[in-house]
C-alpha cells in the first residue's frame, strides 16, 4: 500500500489565525499596491473637470442628496399680504412658501446654483463685486415651482404662469447685492419688462441682511409697532427682516409699463450667518416707445449698477444738504 502523504494543514484542523488570515501577500504583490497608490494619490488631484462642484457643495450648509427628490404635499392657502406702501406698491406677505416647499427648493436649487452675474447695458453678463451671491434659475416644469408659481398668479390677480421666472439666490457670510432695480432699462426683446417681483425666504441665519429700500424712508412717529415682526423698525430706510415663508412683494413699473426709479433695493451683506432667497419676476407687455433713451436712464456711459449705486450717492448728499423728507421718498405706511 502507498502512504498518503500527511496533511501539514487540514481545512478542518486549521488553526483561528490560518482561519482569519487564508490568504499570504508576497512582497511582490505588495510593491504592486504601494505603486498603485502612489500613482492614484498623484492623479486624483488633477481629476476635476467640474472645479465648481465643491464650491456649489460650500455655498450652503444645508446638505443635499444625489437622490431623487420626494415630492411635498401641494397644498392649496393663500399668504396674508399687508401693504407696507401704496405708492410705489410694496406689500409684505406672511407665509408664501410651506415649510415643506422651502425644504424642497432648497435641495432642488443646490447643485444648480452658480456664481451671480449682472446684465451691462447691451445685455451681455459679466461677474461684478456689487452682485457677491450665487444664484439658480428654477424649471417651470417642475410641480412644486409651477404649483407656487400658480399661487404668485392668483395673488396677481392671475397674470399668466408662462410670463414668471424663479430664481433661488444664496449669500455666504459678507455676500450681498447692492442697490439695483429689477426692471431693465430696455424691455426684453423690445417689448417685454418686469412688471413685479416677490422676494421670498426661504432660509437665514444672518443679522441686519434684509432687503432694503434706500429711497424709501421710514416714518417712525406713525409706524405701528405690529409691523415690527416683519420689517427693521430701527432702521432709517424701509427694511424687511428675513423670515422664512414670508416675502415681500413689489412692482417696478408705473401704470404706463415704464421702469420706476424709486423701487431701488438692495440685498444688504449677510453678516455673521447665511441667506438664501427665493425671486420671482413676472413680465409683461410694455410699449418701448413711452421708455426713455438708455442715455437719460444711465447717463456718461455707465452700466445699470453702476447707475443704481450712483442715485444711492445722490440721496445721501440730498439728505446731507438739508432735505426735507419729502419728493423722491416715500414714507412707508
Given at each position: 500500500m502507498f502512504a498518503m502523504a500527511k496533511q501539514k494543514y487540514p481545512p478542518n484542523h486549521q488553526t483561528k489565525k490560518q482561519k482569519r488570515w487564508p490568504f499570504r501577500m508576497d512582497k511582490y504583490m505588495h510593491l504592486q499596491l504601494v505603486l498603485f497608490a502612489a500613482i492614484l494619490a498623484m492623479l486624483v488631484p488633477l481629476y476635476h473637470p467640474l472645479d465648481h462642484i465643491q464650491r456649489l457643495i460650500d455655498l450652503t450648509p444645508l446638505g443635499g442628496s444625489d437622490r431623487q427628490l420626494k415630492l411635498p404635499k401641494l397644498e392649496t392657502f393663500s399668504p396674508k399680504a399687508r401693504f407696507m406702501s401704496y405708492d410705489p406698491l410694496i406689500a409684505h406677505l406672511e407665509d408664501l412658501i410651506s415649510y415643506d416647499e422651502r425644504q424642497y427648493l432648497l435641495k432642488l436649487a443646490k447643485p444648480l446654483l452658480r456664481k451671480s452675474q449682472v446684465a451691462l447695458n447691451n445685455g451681455t453678463k459679466v461677474d461684478s463685486p456689487g452682485r457677491t451671491s450665487s444664484t439658480a434659475f428654477l424649471p417651470k416644469t417642475n410641480a412644486v415651482v409651477n404649483h407656487i408659481l400658480e399661487r404668485a398668479s392668483e395673488f396677481q390677480g392671475y397674470l399668466p404662469v408662462a410670463q414668471m421666472d424663479m430664481q433661488v439666490t444664496a449669500y455666504q457670510p459678507g455676500q450681498q447685492y447692492t442697490a439695483h432695480y429689477d426692471w431693465f432699462p430696455q424691455p426684453n426683446n423690445k417689448i417685454r419688462n418686469r412688471f413685479s417681483t416677490f422676494f421670498a425666504i426661504l432660509d437665514a441665519d444672518c443679522t441686519?441682511?434684509?432687503?432694503?429700500?434706500?429711497?424709501?424712508?421710514?416714518?417712525?412717529?406713525?409706524?405701528?409697532?405690529?409691523?415690527?415682526?416683519?420689517?427693521?423698525?430701527?432702521?432709517?430706510?424701509?427694511?424687511?427682516?428675513?423670515?422664512?415663508?414670508?416675502?415681500?412683494?413689489?412692482?417696478?413699473?408705473?401704470?404706463?409699463?415704464?421702469?420706476?426709479?424709486?423701487?431701488?433695493?438692495?440685498?444688504?451683506?449677510?453678516?455673521?450667518?447665511?441667506?438664501?432667497?427665493?425671486?420671482?419676476?413676472?413680465?409683461?407687455?410694455?410699449?418701448?416707445?413711452?421708455?426713455?433713451?438708455?442715455?437719460?436712464?444711465?447717463?456718461?456711459?455707465?452700466?445699470?449698477?453702476?447707475?443704481?449705486?450712483?442715485?444711492?450717492?445722490?440721496?445721501?448728499?440730498?439728505?446731507?444738504?438739508?432735505?426735507?423728507?419729502?419728493?423722491?421718498?416715500?414714507?412707508?405706511?
Open positions: 441686519n441682511c434684509g432687503t432694503e429700500f434706500p429711497q424709501i424712508r421710514l416714518d417712525t412717529q406713525t409706524l405701528d409697532v405690529r409691523w415690527c415682526k416683519s420689517i427693521n423698525c430701527t432702521a432709517d430706510y424701509f427694511t424687511s427682516l428675513n423670515v422664512p415663508g414670508h416675502a415681500v412683494f413689489w412692482r417696478n413699473l408705473d401704470p404706463w409699463g415704464r421702469p420706476r426709479q424709486d423701487v431701488l433695493h438692495a440685498g444688504l451683506p449677510a453678516l455673521n450667518g447665511t441667506k438664501i432667497g427665493l425671486n420671482i419676476w413676472t413680465e409683461i407687455p410694455v410699449n418701448p416707445e413711452w421708455y426713455p433713451p438708455v442715455e437719460e436712464l444711465f447717463p456718461q456711459g455707465e452700466t445699470k449698477e453702476q447707475a443704481d449705486k450712483a442715485a444711492v450717492d445722490d440721496l445721501k448728499k440730498w439728505e446731507q444738504g438739508g432735505g426735507e423728507n419729502q419728493g423722491s421718498q416715500q414714507q412707508v405706511l
